[in-house]
C-alpha cells in the first residue's frame, strides 16, 4: 500500500501553518493532494500566498462559500466526503481549529479514513469560542496527534485519549518561521519594504480579527482608542477584511486614517510579516491572534494578546506575552510597562516550548512509520463489559511499563505530589498521582 496524503485548509494561517508539512511531502516524494474548502478564498490573494511559500496552487477548491456557519460546516463535509471517496487518501491532515479543521475531520469519520491532526491538545478552556470546542471535537475524532508542545500532551492526556496516539512534534508555524524567515532577504517582500520607507521609526505592529473584539462595537472602539491615544511611537496595523468592514459600519475608520501615528494596510504576504515581525525596529506586538503568539515567542518579540485567555499559556508563565482585557487605559498602561523594561533577560532563559522548527519532519516520519497502523478496528469486548479509571498513588519509583503490565492498565495522566500535571515520562517517582485506564 503506498502512502498517499490529503492536506486540507480552508483560512491563510492554515496555509501558512501546512506549507512546511507540504514541502517535506514533495522532498520525500509522497504523493498528495490539496483541498481548500473555500473558508476564506480569494483567488488572487490564494493564488499569491501558494506562489510565495513554494507550493503548488490547491489541486481541488470546494468553493464552498456560505456566510451562516452551520451551512457552510455542512456544506463542506458533503463536498469533503465525496472527493475522499475519490482520493482514497491513506490520511487526511489539516491544522488548527476552524470549521474546515472540523468539517476534515467529520468527513474522515463518515468515510473510516485515517485523519490526523496538527496543533492538537490546544486549551483555552473557553467555551464560549468556537474554535475551543472546535479543536476538542476534533482531538477526540483523531487517528494520530500532533502536540506543538509539552503542555498540548498533558491536556489530551487528561481527557482520556490513548496515549499512543499522541506525539509531541513541536508546531508547524515555527517551521514556517524557521524556513521562509530564511529568504526574507533573498525573495520579494515588497509590502513590508514600502512599510519600512514610510514608517521610519521604531514601532508597534497590530493586528485584531477576532470575532468577540471585532464584532463587538465596544471592544473595538476600545482598542481603536488605545492606538490613537498612544503618541510614543508609530504602530502599523494590519487590517483583516472582516475588521475593515466593522470599523466602516461604526465610524472607526476615519478616526484612525487621521491619526497620522497609524499606519494602515490590509494583510500583507508571509515573508513581508516576518520581516516586519523580525525588524529591528519592531518594539512589540499588539494582537489578538493566536499564531501570533507562537511566532512572536520564537523571535524574541514581547507580545500584548487582546483577549481573556489563550491556549498558549507558556508564553504567559514566561512574562513575554501579557493578556490584557478590552480597555484602552489597561492596554496603553501594559504598552507603557513592557516599553519600560528590557525584556533580553527573559529571552534569555526562555525556552522555546513550541520547538525548534523541525516539527514538519517529524509528522512526516511519524505518518511514513504508522499509516498502516491507523485502523477503525473495532474494539475487542472488555471482561467486565467497560472501563474505569483509577488514581496510584507512587510509594516508590516504578517503570511505567512494569505499572501497566502489574495493573494490566494504561497510564493516562501524571500529576506530581503537589496535583500538577506532568508529562507520562518511562518512570513514575515517589509521590506521583497516575491516573490509569483499566479493564
Do not use: W
Request: aromatic content about 8%.
Amino acid at each position: 500500500m503506498m502512502l498517499s496524503i490529503a492536506f486540507v485548509l480552508g483560512t491563510r494561517p492554515e496555509i501558512i501553518k501546512l506549507a512546511p508539512v507540504i514541502l517535506e511531502a514533495e522532498r520525500r516524494k509522497i504523493k498528495h493532494s490539496i483541498i481548500h474548502t473555500g473558508q476564506h478564498y480569494d483567488e488572487n490573494l490564494s493564488a499569491q500566498i501558494f506562489k510565495s511559500l513554494g507550493i503548488r496552487p490547491p489541486d481541488y477548491n470546494l468553493e464552498v462559500k456560505r456566510k451562516e456557519p452551520y451551512k457552510l460546516l455542512s456544506g463542506m463535509i458533503e463536498k469533503l466526503g465525496e472527493l475522499y471517496l475519490e482520493l482514497n487518501p491513506s490520511i487526511v491532515l489539516s491544522v488548527g481549529d476552524t470549521n474546515s479543521v472540523l468539517a476534515s475531520s467529520l468527513a474522515c469519520i463518515q468515510n473510516n479514513i485515517p485523519y490526523g491532526h496538527i496543533e492538537a491538545g490546544l486549551r483555552s478552556f473557553d467555551f464560549t469560542m468556537p474554535e475551543e470546542i472546535n479543536r476538542r471535537l476534533v482531538d477526540h475524532m483523531s487517528s494520530i496527534l500532533f502536540a506543538p508542545s509539552e503542555r498540548a500532551v498533558i491536556n489530551l492526556n487528561n481527557e482520556g485519549i490513548d496515549s499512543g496516539r499522541i506525539h509531541h512534534t513541536g508546531n508547524t508555524i515555527i517551521d514556517s518561521v524557521r524556513i521562509f524567515g530564511s529568504m526574507i532577504n533573498e525573495k520579494e517582500t515588497k509590502s513590508a519594504d514600502d512599510i519600512l520607507d514610510k514608517v521610519k521609526e521604531p514601532y508597534i505592529l497590530g493586528t485584531i480579527h477576532r470575532i468577540s473584539n471585532v464584532e463587538n462595537r465596544a471592544n473595538l472602539e476600545e482598542i481603536v482608542k488605545s492606538f490613537i491615544e498612544y503618541k510614543k511611537h508609530p504602530s502599523i496595523l494590519l487590517i483583516h477584511p472582516r475588521t475593515k468592514r466593522k470599523l466602516e459600519e461604526f465610524g472607526l475608520l476615519q478616526q484612525l486614517n487621521q491619526n497620522d501615528k497609524v499606519h494602515l494596510y490590509p494583510p500583507i504576504e508571509y515573508l513581508s510579516l516576518l520581516k516586519l515581525l523580525k525588524h529591528e525596529k519592531c518594539l512589540l506586538i499588539l494582537t489578538d491572534s493566536g499564531g501570533l503568539q507562537e511566532e512572536a515567542s520564537f523571535l524574541k518579540k514581547p507580545c500584548i494578546t487582546i483577549r481573556p485567555n489563550t491556549e498558549r499559556p507558556e508564553t504567559i508563565e514566561h512574562e513575554i506575552n501579557f493578556l490584557v482585557e478590552t480597555k484602552s487605559s489597561r492596554i496603553l498602561q501594559k504598552i507603557s510597562l513592557i516599553l519600560s523594561e528590557d525584556f533580553e533577560y527573559r529571552f534569555a532563559t526562555f525556552k522555546a516550548p513550541y520547538g525548534e522548527g523541525y516539527a514538519s519532519q517529524k509528522i512526516v516520519d511519524l505518518i511514513e512509520s504508522n499509516f498502516k497502523l491507523l485502523s477503525f478496528e473495532p474494539p475487542i469486548n472488555y471482561r467486565s463489559g467497560s472501563k474505569s479509571f483509577n488514581l496510584l498513588e507512587m510509594g516508590v519509583s516504578m517503570e511505567k511499563e512494569l505499572i501497566e503490565e502489574e495493573f494490566q492498565c494504561q497510564i493516562i495522566s501524571v500529576f506530581d505530589e503537589n496535583g500538577n500535571p506532568k508529562m507520562i515520562e518511562d518512570k513514575m517517582k515517589k509521590g506521583d498521582r497516575v491516573r490509569i485506564l483499566k479493564e
